[in-house]
């Protein structure tokens, strides 16, 4: 049974940063490409950033690309996401999942980490 545990959200100001953190278990970690999403309240779970297996290779939805950072450690079944120059449309419910659709229905979702970003 997959499992998967955000953190590290918060409350923070416009143009502060926060990283957060998802701990997997319950797969072979390394064999995936793993993806950050989001929901605000009232809209769509979007895509945040995708990350390759290796992660040798990364993408980012326009709306954070060059403020916000994918990252992975196999060895830690871990992925992270450092989020510079946070705004407050950034505000919302994080979470980690498998970047092929197929899968989610098979793993679920966390509980996800809340980020507000306000002054």
């Known amino acids: 049974q997959v499992q998967l545990v955000e953190s590290g959200g918060g409350l923070v100001q416009p143009g502060g940063s926060l990283r957060l953190s998802c701990a997997a278990s319950?797969?072979?970690?390394?064999?995936?490409?793993m993806s950050w999403y989001r929901q605000a309240p009232g809209k769509e779970r979007e895509l945040v950033a995708t990350?390759?297996?290796?992660?040798?290779?990364?993408n980012y939805a326009d709306s954070v690309k060059g403020r916000f950072t994918i990252s992975r450690d196999n060895a830690k079944n871990a992925v992270y996401l450092q989020m510079n120059s946070l705004k407050p449309e950034d505000t919302a419910v994080y979470y980690c999942?498998?970047?092929?659709?197929?899968?989610?229905?098979?793993w679920g979702w966390g509980q996800g980490t809340q980020v507000t970003v306000s002054s």
């Open positions: 999942n498998a970047a092929l659709r197929l899968l989610w229905e098979h």
């Open positions: 319950g797969l072979t970690f390394g064999d995936y490409a």
């Open positions: 990350i390759t297996p290796a992660g040798g290779s990364t």
